[in-house]
């Protein structure tokens, strides 16, 4: 018997591993980072880095797990060469890689169901704060509503929603132990208070739309495999109807939702978004360079729309933001970097019939609605990036393990991945 397994079975069974508190010190600073800022992001970065040296893995393999999202990346961190504000580019672009290499860390050290788990179960002390805080704001319409120590509804709850999804999932998982399980509850009724609480319609109908899915996989999961690809089938293409008609009907879907597109500045933005991009239409201003103090724009768009932090905010579309940012060029790849997602996810279900599994599609599903309204995915230090490069870098790593056992003998051999590329028994 060697030293390390002898220390290992030395340890008593209700002591978590070093992999195990790294993992859910870096999904708890994650969570933090919009009440604590960078001590948060360096405890998340850190602990995924910690992570990557205990399983001992090649620290490049993200980079040729996947390829879509690195072009994304790599733009980002290209548009400081023609920014009027390279240094602060960079710094941007740099930290957002960060954010990007650590979704891919996590990927390549940690199996799914256990990232489920910790997103879970880190998500509980967080929510449980800001459902304790009694901090509440007004918005425009005179609304009061729950902002936390997020201070603000719509980010309190986004976080609420996924770890809303990520509860269920571990829930629905007769393979979690039972710790998992129970925190997974707590944080569960802790998420559908505070998701009421805010007050956010939106984001109540699509989280709720997200979790319906989830768990309508999970059933799916059980059944025959022609009933459940008949069914897979079918949701697809009702998901790809009401994403087109989200896009060609937005002021209808945003008044359903409970947002006039008008009243809340959406349809001015998008307008003035698109008369900068026709400004800049192959690079754009810089990754992060328009919503800067001193900018002609940004403090004309600030005074109209409120804001009198004059920080912050942002065009409410991923497509429009990034285009405004980043060019034409930008938009194109932050679409690819997308369907790329999608297409991870699609061959994800196909190889991996698990609710970790159906927490990852109902994240996705959950996301479609937000691109049209949010910036979630070239947000620094979000679960946003986070999610998708995990996505495409497992779904990478799940087709090179099937072109070369090698490659999942070295995955298994990782503390945390030990069965992160099976099939459910």
Not at 142 to 162: H, M, P
Not at 197 to 225: H, K
Not at 392 to 413: F, N, Q, V, Y
């Amino acid at each position: 018997m060697s030293y390390a397994m002898a220390r290992r079975r030395a340890r008593p069974r209700w002591m978590p591993s070093l992999e195990t508190v790294c993992l859910l010190g870096s999904i708890t600073c994650l969570i933090f980072v919009p009440h604590m800022g960078n001590v948060a992001a360096a405890g998340f970065v850190g602990g995924t880095l910690a992570l990557l040296a205990l399983s001992r893995t090649n620290p490049l393999e993200p980079f040729f797990a996947t390829t879509a999202p690195w072009l994304f990346t790599g733009w980002i961190l290209a548009s400081s060469l023609w920014s009027t504000d390279s240094g602060f580019t960079f710094y941007e672009g740099l930290q957002y890689f960060f954010t990007c290499y650590a979704g891919a860390v996590l990927a390549q050290t940690v199996e799914p169901r256990r990232l489920v788990a910790a997103i879970a179960a880190g998500s509980l002390p967080a929510l449980v704060m800001s459902a304790t805080s009694g901090i509440y704001g007004v918005d425009e319409r005179g609304v009061v509503s729950l902002v936390g120590i997020f201070n603000s509804k719509n980010f309190l709850a986004y976080y609420a929603t996924i770890g809303l999804l990520a509860s269920l999932a571990t829930l629905c998982d007769r393979r979690q132990p039972l710790p998992p399980r129970l925190a997974a509850a707590a944080t569960a009724v802790v998420a559908v208070y505070i998701i009421l609480a805010a007050r956010s319609l939106g984001t109540l109908v699509a989280g709720f739309m997200a979790a319906g899915v989830l768990l309508g996989l999970v059933f799916i999961f059980r059944l025959s495999v022609l009933a459940r690809s008949l069914i897979i089938a079918i949701g697809l293409m009702a998901g790809l109807a009401v994403a087109l008609a989200g896009v060609l009907y937005t002021d209808q879907v945003l008044e359903l939702l409970g947002k006039d597109s008008s009243l809340t500045g959406r349809s001015f933005l998008w307008a003035r978004g698109w008369q900068y991009i026709e400004m800049r239409p192959v690079f754009g201003t810089g990754y992060y360079n328009f919503w800067k103090q001193g900018s002609v724009e940004a403090e004309g768009l600030w005074r109209q729309m409120n804001i009198g932090s004059r920080t912050g905010f942002h065009f409410h579309n991923i497509f429009i933001n990034a285009g405004v940012e980043l060019g034409y060029v930008g938009m194109a790849l932050i679409t690819v970097m997308v369907l790329a997602a999608w297409r991870g996810i699609i061959k994800w279900l196909a190889r991996d019939l698990a609710p970790h599994t159906a927490f990852f599609a109902a994240f996705m599903v959950y996301s479609l609605p937000r691109l049209f309204i949010e910036v979630d995915i070239p947000s620094i230090y979000g679960w946003g990036p986070v999610l998708i490069f995990y996505i495409c870098t497992h779904a990478g790593l799940l087709l090179k393990r099937a072109a070369d056992p090698d490659i999942g003998e070295a995955l298994s051999a990782s503390p945390m991945h030990g069965a992160s590329l099976s099939r459910r028994p």
